[in-house]
Nanobody
């Protein structure tokens, strides 16, 4: 099972990026998927998650209203649309998948991880 994250890059504050995470070797259509991020010297933080049949959940303190998680089941792909980016959004972004359909905001609840994609936001 592989999760391949892409779409990172360098943008100025206020800009947008869309991250993609495509799975191979396993379908996650009935499973929860999530995005986490890790800035230098910090722990891996929850960003957003989407499960089966329920509404997405976001880290309300940091990204609510600016980021949107979605999924294309036919493409086995989960997206993270990031708007109004801020310098504090700079981090490596990781996608993750669970064997369970239920969402979780805890990194330890996820069974599969992608390699990460760098997002850099300059002021």
């Amino acid at each position: 099972v592989q999760l391949q994250a892409s779409g990172g890059g360098s943008v100025q504050a206020g800009g947008s990026l869309r991250l993609s995470c495509t799975s191979s070797g396993r379908s996650f259509s009935n499973n929860a998927m999530g995005w986490f991020r890790q800035a230098p010297g910090r722990e891996r933080d929850f960003v957003a998650t989407i499960g089966w049949g329920g509404p997405p959940t976001y880290n309300e303190d940091s990204v609510k209203g600016r980021f949107t998680i979605s999924r294309d089941i036919r493409r086995n792909t989960v997206y993270l649309q990031m708007n109004s980016l801020r310098p504090e959004d700079t981090a490596i972004y990781y996608c993750a998948g669970r064997r369970s359909a239920g969402i979780s905001t805890s990194a330890s609840a996820y069974d599969y991880w992608g390699q990460g994609t760098q997002v850099t936001v300059s002021s």
